[in-house]
């Protein structure tokens, strides 16, 4: 185990306070989200698509109408005004028909955009929900070793931060591109056909808009990537701080930790003044570009319209509607500058979410199952109910028979390497024989490899070298879900679950009646604390169990894999934080379960270990010695003296 | 909470108002351009007049080129202001937690305190920048386009007012519907992402138990009830943008309406039609600016008051003004102490202790889980302080001391103790900044703490990592230990701190003390026999009383639980040290 938490360690360690990673391939990425929405919501999208379209173009005959309304209505009526003051009559019977028109498409648009944005949260949730129900499904399946060497912290900001990330680029910025997109293309359509010189125009000055966003942003995203580690480095030291508050409070240490912080906290201030310094430039930069620019249309626009207004065609109405579009086309340039950013954050939170999906999951070749078995006429057959004994059924592909082979939980290992790395074995030639129904006992120090070896037997992880049998079955053939249930394990580290006390004790079967759960508490000595429990079995336990304690939490994983009633067991005990007459009741919880069953002990107490039927001793990952208490006494190496150390120190000290 | 937060701002005051002078100053640009647009429009095109078109084409140059200079003021002293303010906020919280007494660090937990200090100080400094640079501007600009459309012409503006006051009340109507439903689903949602923190950590007891298929449907059902709680509270607000758009149409098809009329009867000009439909976007635009800062506000808002609770709570336990400056001796003594971690709760973790301790002794603590033998230690030192009755160190009330002074005499091994990133010798030197290498080197000779030291690549050099994760626990244990030396205290408490150690080891290092350093008061809780036999005399604590007092040979002969503990541990049922240093 101290092998695992060291690489956990150093892998935390060094990711925090570096700054996001660069993405690869942001094109693939998108394509794979798009694919991922597509593929789910291939109807909701082409509506959204066409919802867009609709309503761009409601949005362009409205600012259209300003046109039509001065040039097509108003001028002409001004027109008819002049030329005879008198006998004017103003009709406004043409201007409410073309309102009525424009009213039309407008109500399309509006429509167009409920509906849009309705079928946005479908599709929204929905690709979430798939994503988040892949994530968690793919997680389940991944081998031991990925929680190894990943942060649990890391693996759960997958969940929230990536997943919230992706929720803001599908709601919201990929709608906005697709409607400035069409936008963009359908004002520049709508302006060529108004003024091609002014048109010329307002394309220089959005090269030049362009420009300076890209200047802006790059200097800010050197200073967010400051900002950014910056922020690494400040948080890593407040976790730290706060975490080892009480010592600091101890040690008099207020002063020293003060100015650490107001160092760190002065250079993220300096880095994210800047960094919000340039990206926020970047807003008035544009806006006043864009007037710049509307200012410039509007002088050339006048003059035109002033000096030859007939000749040109170019009229007021029309020198209107341009500057409207004008405006409008702007507009979703700088939208889609902005948004270029929000996308790219997006898409190295997908990278992450993908970078899960891609991982390979454990794999599990084994074709043996376990199954309920009885005797019938001599014969080892299956059967459809619970009989108390198993048996391995084994398909032979070659002569495409069944044989079906009692369960009796003998163990061997033979000649086992094993490390965590292909760099650094933890365990060497380990080889050890546990007949049905043997106690078998590990005893070492801690990073002897004692948990390790357990966890070979359920190929939490797989071997490097050497073969593990179990019922004189090579492990890699039996399937990892029947080999797992034929193992009971409590292991070192207690967890439970949020829910009931019961549903935690069912969680070793989870078809087990109240009785049955009531039966496997009493058998692990965890009945008389429940029954005291404010709801006894019903007790709702939360954040793994925190509101029982140490001991409780012990006896209900006993309890947990008392109910399973497996055939072997593998018990990694932690009873160092727990006092001695605590440790008593657990212990007697255990020695019930034990009694029959094929059983691996990881222990410190003696009254465990000695009346095993073999105990191995372990050092950096080597067998030193096995064999019963009294041969290894008698022996006077090792065990002995771990054995007897304590007792002379108890006599001299 | 909002005038704490706000004293913060310090140096930050010109910056917080000269940016909003600054947007003010960009939205009065914004706003002239229409009207100057409307003159050209007006006086240079109908007017026929060329010379108007330049000089007003001009003038908005000059303007634009302002408005520029404003909102790069904006920008600049807003981004000042608002990274400051956060900046302040956290030395705020940080320095008052470095005042915080154990009972104050308990009541707000380390990732409650890691919260405040990164999420919610970042959700503050977002909303603060948003407030100085947008809830003027968006006001700003309602207003003033509402004034000059109003100026414009009061009749057609009159259709804009009504138009914002349809729009508010209908904002306000679904935002407080809303709110009501997205905190529910943010709840659940929380809820989900603890079940995946649940499996994450417990995996292995997922995998051994072959749970992977239940756990599986577990979550879905859970991830579905979350999508459906999502699509119905987003279904509250999906119709907003829609009535928005909605309404911006009619105000453009009224104002249409009733501005051609106005200008066939003369009373309106082409140019100011169009300068009145371009205000109401602004108008409109704003007021939709107006309501996405009154969300962000109202979501900053618990941040901001989970970040006042931190700056506002006072350190339960300070020095005394004319506090006592030097420890006369390592005596320690108990009078009448009850002692309870909450003043309100019924039951008193320790109850009627009396102790007297001479200065010198090596004294063992022994009792089971949850005795209160760390509550009873914590007392001396003022981690925590009495609820009733006194502790003397040296004779005095430990109260009447300076705390620094206190706690640099009475030096504690915390059960929980923590190493930091940096060198061994950066972390030996928590109990003496200015100790040499030889006298680290001592220190961890008397904690056994040379020999894996030496053994390391860079011996002293060692980095050790955050929490300090690359050393072993009784490597761990051992460092604490020789740091807790480093400050050559009258008194010295190790809290359960050689749980990891193995036997011989820990006998060494008691062997260490008594010989290196006799003069010191020890005390040492332990949860094996062993470890406390040797004491000069034993505390045996049983349920927050002291049980037995004693010597070991004394509380053999009468103490019932000591002598259990002791059988239990020794003869055949004992306790084998397997657990040896590697």
Redesign the interface.
């Known amino acids: 185990m101290?092998e695992v938490?060291?690489i956990?360690?150093?892998n935390g360690?060094n990711r925090r306070g570096m700054p996001r990673p660069k993405v690869e391939n942001p094109g693939k990425l998108f394509k794979r989200i798009m694919g991922y929405v597509f593929k789910f919501y291939p109807i909701h999208m082409i509506v959204v698509m066409v919802c867009i379209f609709v309503t761009v173009f409601s949005s362009v005959q409205?600012t259209l109408?300003?046109k039509t309304?001065?040039d097509g209505?108003?001028?002409p009526?001004?027109d008819a005004?002049i030329a005879d003051p008198a006998g004017f009559v103003?009709d406004?019977g043409p201007?409410l028909g073309a309102?009525a028109r424009?009213?039309v498409f407008?109500a399309l648009?509006?429509?167009a955009?409920?509906v849009q944005?309705?079928t946005m949260?479908?599709i929204n949730?929905?690709t979430?929900?798939r994503l988040?129900?892949e994530l968690?499904?793919h997680?389940?399946?991944l081998p031991?070793k990925y929680?190894d060497t990943h942060a649990?912290g890391d693996?759960?900001s997958i969940?929230?931060n990536d997943i919230d990330t992706l929720r803001q680029m599908i709601s919201q910025s990929i709608p906005q591109l697709l409607n400035s997109a069409i936008t963009i293309v359908s004002v520049l359509a709508s302006m060529i056909v108004l003024s091609i010189p002014l048109t010329a125009v307002t394309l220089v000055m959005v090269g030049v808009m362009l420009f300076c966003s890209a200047k802006a942003t790059k200097a800010s995203g050197k200073n967010f990537v400051a900002q950014q580690k910056n922020i690494g480095a400040?948080?890593?030291y407040?976790?730290?701080?706060?975490?080892?508050?009480?010592?600091?409070?101890?040690?008099?240490?207020?002063?020293?930790?003060?100015e650490q912080?107001?160092k760190l906290?002065?250079e993220?201030?300096e880095s994210?003044?800047?960094a919000?310094?340039y990206s926020?430039?970047l807003?008035?930069?544009n806006?006043?570009l864009g007037?710049?620019s509307?200012?410039?249309c509007?002088?050339i626009g006048?003059?035109i319209?002033?000096s030859n207004s007939v000749a040109v065609g170019f009229t007021?109405g029309a020198?209107?509607s341009f500057?409207t579009f004008n405006k409008s086309f702007s507009m979703p340039i700088n939208q889609v500058s902005m948004q270029f950013n929000s996308i790219i954050m997006a898409l190295a939170g997908a990278e992450r979410i993908f970078k899960l999906l891609d991982e390979q999951p454990e794999t599990d070749d084994g074709y043996v199952m376990l199954v309920d078995a009885e005797e019938k006429n001599g014969q080892v057959v299956e059967a459809d109910h619970h009989t108390g004994h198993w048996a391995w059924k084994h398909y032979h592909k070659a002569t495409d028979t069944t044989t079906y082979q009692p369960m009796e939980g003998d163990v061997t290992f033979n000649g086992v390497d094993f490390g965590y790395t292909d760099e650094k074995m933890v365990l060497h030639d380990i080889v050890l024989h546990a007949l049905p129904g043997q106690k078998i006992a590990f005893?070492?120090?801690?990073?002897?490899g004692k948990t390790t070896i357990t966890n070979l037997i359920?190929r939490?992880y797989d071997i490097q070298d050497g073969k593990i049998r179990y019922d004189n079955i090579n492990i890699n053939k039996i399937k990892?879900?029947d080999l797992?249930?034929s193992?009971g394990?409590v292991?070192q580290?207690t967890?439970?679950?949020?829910g009931t006390v019961r549903d935690n004790i069912r969680?070793?079967k989870?078809g087990a009646t109240d009785e049955e759960v009531i039966a496997a508490a009493k058998l692990a000595n965890a009945h008389s604390f429940i029954k005291r429990l404010p709801e006894g079995y019903d007790t709702m336990l939360t954040g793994?169990g925190a509101n029982l304690?140490?001991?409780q939490r012990q006896l209900l994983a006993i309890a947990?894999a008392a109910i399973?009633d497996p055939p072997v067991l593998i018990l990694d005990e932690a009873t160092?934080?727990?006092?001695?007459?605590?440790e008593?009741i657990v212990q007697d919880g255990m020695d019930k379960l034990m009694k029959g069953r094929t059983t691996f002990v990881i222990?410190?107490?003696?009254?465990t270990?000695?009346n095993s039927d073999c105990i191995i001793v372990l050092e950096?990952g080597r067998i030193v010695e096995q064999g019963t208490h009294d041969e290894l006494i008698a022996k006077k190496q090792r065990y002995y003296h771990?054995?007897t150390?304590?007792?002379d120190?108890?006599v001299?000290? | 909470m909002l005038s704490t937060l706000l004293k913060q701002i310090k140096q930050y005051t010109l910056p917080s108002i000269v940016t909003p002078i600054c947007m003010i100053g960009e939205v009065i640009c914004e706003m002239v351009i229409p009207i100057l647009m409307a003159r050209i429009v007006d006086k240079g095109i109908y007017g026929n007049n060329m010379g108007v078109i330049y000089s007003t084409g001009a003038l908005m140059v000059v303007i634009a080129i302002l408005g520029l200079l404003a909102g790069l003021g904006g920008a600049y002293y807003g981004s000042m202001a608002s990274t400051g303010f956060a900046k302040n906020l956290r030395k705020a919280m940080f320095d008052n937690i470095q005042t915080f007494s154990f009972a104050n660090i308990d009541k707000f937990s380390t990732s409650g305190l890691v919260t405040r200090l990164t999420t919610d100080v970042t959700n503050i400094q977002n909303a603060y920048m948003m407030t100085l640079r947008m809830a003027m501007r968006a006001p700003a600009s309602l207003v003033i386009a509402m004034v000059a459309a109003m100026m414009i012409n009061a009749k057609v503006a009159s259709i804009y007012l009504v138009a914002v006051i349809f729009l508010s009340v209908l904002m306000v109507y679904i935002m407080n519907k809303a709110t009501k439903y997205f905190k529910q689903v943010f709840e659940k949602y929380d809820e989900l992402n603890e079940s995946v923190q649940e499996n994450v950590s417990a995996i292995r007891v997922v995998k051994a138990y072959v749970r992977e298929d239940y756990e599986d449907n577990k979550f879905k059902k859970a991830a579905l009830n979350i999508y459906n709680m999502f699509v119905k509270a987003e279904m509250n607000i999906v119709y907003i943008s829609p009535v928005m758009t909605g309404t911006i149409y009619i105000c453009i098809l009224l104002v249409s309406w009733v501005g051609a009329h106005m200008i066939v009867a003369g009373s309106l000009t082409t140019g100011e039609l169009m300068s009145l439909l371009t205000y109401c976007m602004t108008i409109l635009m704003n007021l939709m600016m107006l309501g996405m800062i009154f969300v962000m506000l109202t979501m900053a808002s618990a941040s901001g008051k989970r970040i006042a609770e931190v700056i506002e709570e006072k350190a339960s336990i300070t020095s005394k003004p004319d506090a006592i400056r030097s420890v006369a001796d390592g005596s320690i003594s108990f009078e009448h102490v009850d002692f309870a971690y909450n003043q309100t709760s019924e039951e008193p973790v320790l109850k009627d202790i009396n102790l007297e301790i001479k200065s010198g002794e090596t004294i063992g603590i022994i009792g089971g889980t949850g005795s209160a033998k760390s509550s009873l230690v914590n007392l001396i030192s003022r981690l925590y302080d009495v609820t009733k009755g006194t502790v003397k160190v040296g004779g005095v009330d430990v109260r009447d001391y300076d705390l620094e002074v206190l706690r640099d005499q009475v030096s504690v091994v915390l059960q929980k103790n923590v190493l930091f990133s940096g060198s061994i010798l950066d972390n030996l030197r928590w109990g003496d900044k200015n100790a040499t290498e030889e006298e680290c080197k001592r220190a961890c000779r008397m904690a056994c703490a040379d020999e894996f030291i030496e053994k390391m690549p860079e011996g002293y050099n060692t980095q050790i990592e955050q929490g300090g994760t690359n050393v072993s626990g009784g490597q761990r244990q051992r460092l604490c230990i020789a740091r807790a030396l480093l400050k050559k205290p009258k008194i010295l408490i190790l809290d359960d701190s050689t749980s990891a150690v193995d036997t011989s080891t820990d006998a060494k290092i008691r062997k260490a003390f008594a010989e290196e350093i006799p003069g010191t008061t020890k005390l040492i809780i332990a949860q094996r026999i062993s470890s406390v036999q040797g004491c000069d005399r034993i505390i045996v604590m049983e349920d927050g009383k002291v049980n037995g007092f004693g010597t070991h040979e004394e509380l053999l002969q009468n103490n019932d639980i000591y002598r259990e503990v002791y059988e239990s541990q020794t003869g055949a049922s004992g306790d084998a040290d397997f657990d040896s240093a590697s």
């Open positions: 101290a938490k060291e956990k360690g150093r360690g409205g109408f300003t309304l001065i209505y108003i001028q009526m001004l005004k103003p406004y201007l309102m424009v009213a407008y648009g509006i429509i955009a409920y944005s309705r949260i479908f949730q929905g979430l929900k988040r129900e968690f499904t997680m389940e399946s031991i929680f649990h693996i759960m969940y929230t400040l948080n890593g407040i976790e730290e701080m706060m975490t080892g508050q009480k010592v600091v409070k101890v040690f008099n240490h207020e002063q020293e930790s003060i912080f107001d906290n002065e993220l201030c994210a003044f800047k919000n310094a926020g430039a807003g008035p930069i806006a006043q007037n710049t509307y200012v410039i509007a002088m006048g003059a319209a002033l007021v020198l209107a500057l005893v070492g120090s801690t990073g002897a359920n939490f990892k879900a797992r249930r193992l394990i292991l580290d967890h439970l679950f949020t969680y070793g989870l793994d304690s140490q001991g947990r399973a160092s934080s727990i006092d001695t007459r605590t008593k222990a410190h107490r003696l009254s270990v000695r950096q771990l054995y150390g304590m007792k120190e108890s001299t000290a």
